[in-house]
């Protein structure tokens, strides 16, 4: 199969735009392409697609696929790139059309940014199904043409790092455990000689005195695990790394303050900041990213049980400070409470989380964008500008003394684990909670409760775990290392 994009015209009646893939091909057949477009009804719309079979002998079926306006670029009321993402959008949709006529490979046109098709094709064409056994054909996707192939390649790479936190997110709890995700983790990050990989055992998080990750654990039959992740890629392996921290609950029942039971099966998925930042660290690995970055996750279940957490329990920091853990299911925020303690040991550039930590989260912004609260200006910018060239956008919320006050005043505790307005701001009192554990003058927290599944909002992703924003980890951290590259 063969996907071709077309642009449209900038007046309503003009012909259609061909990218030069597609010149060159209509070129191939003596003109037919345009012809069939021009007798075939209106222009093609953006993200609309046609069908056309028998064109050439190599390419029994070709979609052609509307890319739009030909000059989109940075759109500043969306925060993103257009062209872009509208190159993502029109591929994925080409490549699931081909995957319908059951064809086992395509060439895609590049459309000017070898590097978004890419994208496009492989998070399109991505679907979990492991566990069934009447599966979807595989198809293989690959450039058309050879122009843009380093692009290509580096744009698969990306892809394939989104795919792979879509993957742990979507397993079953049964299926990826603490010890079976940091399995996978390790497995894959195997062939890199610059990369040494811990895991954690429970008698190691008690040495380290982490009483309010281990408090979470202890309700749970299934162990908890901390997995340490170092990869050396930068030109001296002393230089200050980059630490990303992941939530890495595998399955939230909510504990004793148990969650109701629509829906309960998505928290699968609460491991999604865990997923994210590993999976960032694997794709860094495979661009050989010239800087150092330091990946924990803290892993285990939160279950009720007759050792788990009660409400109005008292457990103790990696710091020393005392929390009230008021509400079971405020979990998220004492085992990243002990992982960004733990992050202060590395002299880090820079200590970026990524959790799936609120439901409030959900509320404020929805699946648009990733909260982001940091206490950096310089962190932000970065953060802010490769989210705009990947699409996979970010939005800045406050980290406000107002909310600060809301946890710090606690009747039994340094810190209550919810804020004594309840509901009220409660992403932002999650992030005032977790900063009291900061003292690092970089730092950011990603709260990806919002994002964290697809319905059909993000056009080339399909309906489920979306594994965002992992690419937009790897665009930041790849222009911190341009960065200190310069």
Not at 76 to 89: L, M, S, V, Y
Not at 262 to 288: E, F, K, P, Q, Y
Not at 339 to 353: D, G, P, Q, T
Not at 359 to 366: E, H, N, R, T
């Amino acid at each position: 199969g063969l996907v071709l994009g077309i642009y449209s015209s900038e007046k309503d009646e003009g012909a259609a735009q061909f990218t030069s893939a597609g010149d060159a091909f209509d070129r191939l057949v003596s003109g037919k392409l345009r012809e069939l477009l021009a007798v075939c009804g209106p222009p093609l719309k953006k993200g609309k697609t046609r069908i056309f079979h028998g064109l050439h002998q190599d390419f029994p079926s070709v979609v052609v696929v509307g890319l739009g306006k030909k000059n989109a670029g940075v759109n500043d009321q969306e925060n993103w790139n257009e062209g872009k993402e509208n190159i993502r959008a029109a591929v994925a949709v080409g490549c699931k059309q081909i995957q319908d006529l059951e064809i086992p490979c395509v060439e895609v046109d590049p459309c000017g940014d070898a590097h978004a098709a890419a994208e496009g094709a492989i998070l399109g064409l991505h679907e979990y199904n492991e566990l069934k056994q009447k599966k979807k054909p595989v198809v293989t996707p690959q450039l058309h043409g050879s122009a843009e192939s380093e692009a290509w390649q580096k744009g698969v790479t990306y892809a394939e790092g989104q795919n792979l936190a879509r993957y742990l997110m979507e397993a079953p709890a049964n299926y990826i455990t603490p010890i079976k995700f940091a399995e996978h983790i390790e497995q894959k990050l195997r062939s890199f000689s610059n990369v040494k990989v811990h895991i954690r055992p429970e008698s190691w998080i008690a040495t380290q005195q982490m009483g309010a990750f281990l408090s979470v654990a202890k309700g749970s039959a299934e162990p908890p695990i901390f997995l340490e992740i170092h990869y050396l890629g930068g030109a001296n392996t002393n230089d200050s790394p980059l630490v990303f921290v992941g939530k890495g609950v595998t399955f939230d029942s909510g504990g004793i303050s148990l969650k109701p039971s629509s829906g309960m099966d998505a928290m699968r998925a609460d491991m999604g900041g865990a997923a994210t930042v590993c999976s960032a660290i694997v794709t860094a690995a495979a661009l050989n990213l010239p800087l150092n970055i330091i990946g924990l996750a803290p892993l285990c279940e939160n279950m009720p049980s007759g050792k788990a957490n009660k409400p109005g329990d008292v457990v103790r920091a990696k710091n020393g400070k005392t929390i009230q853990v008021d509400n079971t299911d405020a979990e998220g925020r004492l085992l990243l409470a002990d992982a960004l303690c733990y992050a202060h040991n590395f002299n880090a550039r820079a200590i970026v989380n990524a959790a799936t930590l609120t439901g409030a989260m959900d509320v404020a912004l929805g699946s648009a964008a990733t909260g982001v609260f940091t206490n950096s200006s310089w962190l932000w910018t970065h953060l802010y500008e490769a989210s705009i060239l990947t699409g996979d956008r970010v939005w800045r919320m406050p980290l406000f003394e107002h909310y600060t006050k809301q946890v710090t005043d606690c009747p039994l505790a340094d810190l209550s684990n919810i804020g004594k307005y309840s509901r009220a701001g409660g992403a932002c009192t999650a992030a005032a909670f977790l900063k009291e554990f900061v003292t690092a003058s970089h730092w950011a927290h990603l709260d990806i409760a919002g994002v964290m599944s697809n319905k059909d909002e993000v056009a080339y992703l399909r309906k489920g775990m979306a594994g965002r924003p992992t690419r937009t980890l790897v665009e930041f951290a790849a222009r911190l290392s341009q960065d200190s590259h310069n």
